[in-house]
């Protein structure tokens, strides 16, 4: 069974940055691709920012500049988020994806407020 651990949420004023982290567990014998993606209370799940274990990244043009997302060489992927703007308020999933299957978390709250 496959389990994503997601941590790093929290509140951030407008500026700021926060750090997420998800960390993936269980039978996984070859990772495709982990991102993020988020949704807004009112609004459809959207791509934040992936990261294929070859190294190709793509990102959202709404964070472009602002975010980066990076692993380490096991099974954790992390999203740095600088810059932060109120738009960014959203639960944010992390994703994974392997042969055949993808993997959500079970979010973590994100909020940019004043």
């Known amino acids: 069974q496959v389990q994503l651990v997601e941590s790093g949420g929290g509140l951030a004023q407008p500026g700021g940055s926060l750090r997420l982290s998800c960390t993936a567990s269980?039978?996984?014998?070859?990772?495709?691709?982990m991102g993020w993606y988020r949704q807004a209370p009112g609004k459809e799940r959207e791509l934040v920012a992936t990261?294929?274990?070859?190294?190709?990244t793509h990102f959202a043009d709404s964070v472009k500049g602002r975010f980066t997302i990076s692993r380490d060489n096991a099974r954790t992927v992390y999203l740095q988020m600088n810059n932060l703007k109120p738009e960014d308020t959203a639960v944010y999933y992390c994703?994974?994806?392997?042969?055949?299957?993808?993997?959500w978390g079970q979010g973590t709250q994100v909020t940019v407020s004043s």
């Open positions: 269980g039978s996984i014998f070859s990772i495709n691709v």
């Open positions: 990261l294929a274990w070859g190294g190709v």
């Open positions: 994703n994974l994806v392997v042969t055949g299957e993808d993997y």
